[in-house]
């Protein structure tokens, strides 16, 4: 079984090597680690069933974070506990997230949920919490280099990386049966480790056919340094794809076929800028099926988005309390997958669903709050 290893980005300042050139065969793979693998580390032997429950997220930046937020904050408390639930600031440090878990354990959280701001820089914190005896479940982002994570929650994002390469050739065949098809590359902040996963499914899908030369990166930027947009910001986004307008498209006869979005606020930005240059709206994959996005994709603009119910990861994740505090241990069904650096992390995937046009209404059927978007 291959193993994902989370670089250290941004504690060493730059985005790993991820090269087309580098081939398939290492796409969930990284460096190597001496670390240990297999079981997490013994969890605590239950709790009060009122204990402190102390939940880190990173800043505001999605919808589905402030959801994440508004559900735990509810979810925990229907289930008995006391919840400190936090939003690290918009800020490009750390600090604030930091800070944030050194408080609850502090107060005493028996658990701590930590949605990593930056993946690289939170071992001193999960120690400390590991020291006053506390679990540590890493939500959505995996925590890199520190045996202490005991457990990791997430849709599975190399999955979702795949499925957003296949929806962006489905798209362009659609619209132009034979190829070359032209397309740009973008991916998530170089800070969160799930933005290396998400590109290296996309490109397990992309580049065989990159190779054959039935897609063209029309810039020539593959590597995922280029391809990184900091801080998952829009106006970033909006800014490099500006600039490949410019450069790339703004002369001649070359058409821009697709676009690899890593998600749905910079695949909105993509468009923009797209629509601001004159030129017809290229395929634009997305994740995280924000409001704004499931509109675009019933206009006809945005190609595709992921459905990755945040419902259901934050009623996962308050089950995997719950059983803690009985003194039980929590459901996993990966135990070999997620190598952080220093250990293989327990982990429990949830499967995510790709949604076009054609499937929306289905697939939000039971949302109430996209379901009348689909109408």
Not at 263 to 273: G, K, P, V
Not at 346 to 363: D, F, G, H, Q, R
Request: charged share 20%; hydrophobic share 40%.
């Amino acid at each position: 079984m291959r193993t994902y290893f989370a670089r250290s980005i941004a504690a060493v300042g730059a985005v790993a090597l991820l090269t087309l050139g580098a081939g398939c065969a290492s796409e969930r793979e990284g460096t190597t680690s001496a670390g240990t693998s297999g079981s997490s580390t013994a969890a605590a032997k239950g709790f009060p069933a009122d204990s402190l429950i102390g939940v880190a997220l990173p800043a505001k930046t999605s919808e589905n974070w402030v959801l994440a937020g508004d559900l735990f904050t509810t979810g925990l408390q229907e289930a008995g506990f006391k919840s400190d639930v936090q939003y690290a600031g918009a800020s490009t440090t750390v600090a604030d997230q930091q800070a944030q878990i050194s408080s609850m354990v502090t107060k005493g959280a028996k658990v701590i949920v930590i949605g990593a701001t930056d993946a690289a820089q939170l071992s001193t914190q999960v120690s400390q919490a590991k020291q006053a005896g506390a679990t540590v479940i890493a939500y959505d982002r995996l925590i890199t280099n520190t045996p202490d994570v005991d457990y990791y929650i997430a849709f599975d994002n190399f999955k979702v990386g795949q499925l957003q390469g296949q929806a962006l050739l489905d798209g362009m065949k659609a619209k132009k049966e034979k190829g070359p098809w032209t397309i740009e590359l973008f991916s998530g902040s170089p800070d969160d480790n799930n933005s290396s996963v998400f590109f290296n499914g996309a490109m397990d899908v992309l580049k065989p056919l990159i190779d054959k030369g039935d897609v063209v990166v029309g810039s020539g930027q593959t590597d995922i340094k280029q391809t990184a947009i900091q801080g998952w910001k829009a106006e970033n986004a909006q800014q490099r794809m500006d600039a490949l307008m410019t450069s790339t498209y703004n002369a001649g006869d070359k058409t821009l076929d697709g676009v690899l979005s890593p998600n749905d606020t910079l695949a909105r930005a993509i468009i923009t800028s797209v629509k601001g240059a004159g030129k017809p709206i290229p395929v634009v994959t997305g994740q995280d099926s924000e409001v704004e996005s499931v509109k675009s994709i019933m206009a006809g603009e945005q190609y595709s988005t992921i459905n990755k119910d945040t419902r259901k990861l934050v009623a996962e994740t308050v089950n995997m309390v719950k059983t803690l505090q009985s003194g039980g241990t929590p459901q996993i069904n990966d135990t070999k997958t997620y190598n952080n650096g220093s250990k293989v992390v327990p982990a429990y995937l949830l499967p995510p669903v790709i949604v076009t046009k054609e499937n929306a209404a289905e697939s939000y059927a039971n949302d109430p709050k996209l379901a009348p978007l689909t109408k």
